[in-house]
């Protein structure tokens, strides 16, 4: 299986805590998630991540066909770090690393993530036609959303 990695970066005008607050309020991730995902979280206790939290979410990521996501928080070092890592959906391998850094005037996020898509060969040529650009999409909006709720540079 092949592994491909994405990055991306924003900095915006609140502190650290704020930020973390938002982030680590699985709710939250609807608010940061474009509507056409059809994104809704089904399990999520308590509000606030811990290592080894389980949380369920819907996803409509192709052709509105819904589909389950079961995500595990894995890593968590409040307020600069934490992460999430696919248990069941829609890839072979998922490993999604959120950085917080504590910046001049504000706070810089920084999204690694590490995915893997099924189906081998057939399933690296849909890389760069559709999963690819869907993720940068879904980032796109993110960026988006998270400036509107914080302000960015």
């Not at 819904?66 to 248990?87: A, L």
């Amino acid at each position: 299986m092949k592994i491909y990695q994405l990055v991306y970066k924003q900095n915006i005008r609140v502190d650290i805590q704020t930020v973390w607050s938002f982030f680590s309020n699985p709710s939250n991730l609807k608010n940061i998630t474009p509507p056409s995902m059809g994104f809704d979280i089904v399990f999520a206790k308590p509000e606030e991540m811990y290592d080894g939290q389980i949380i369920v979410y819907k996803v409509s990521p192709l052709l509105g066909i819904k589909m389950t996501w079961v995500t595990e928080i894995s890593h968590v070092n409040n307020p600069h770090y934490f992460v999430d890592e696919q248990r069941i959906g829609p890839y072979a391998f998922w490993y999604h690393e959120h950085f917080f850094n504590t910046i001049e005037n504000g706070t810089e996020i920084i999204d690694k993530i590490h995915y893997g898509i099924p189906m081998g060969l057939v399933g690296q040529l849909m890389n760069p036609l559709m999963v690819k650009p869907k993720l940068k999409t879904i980032f796109d909006y993110r960026k988006q959303r998270i400036s509107e709720i914080f302000g960015s540079f």
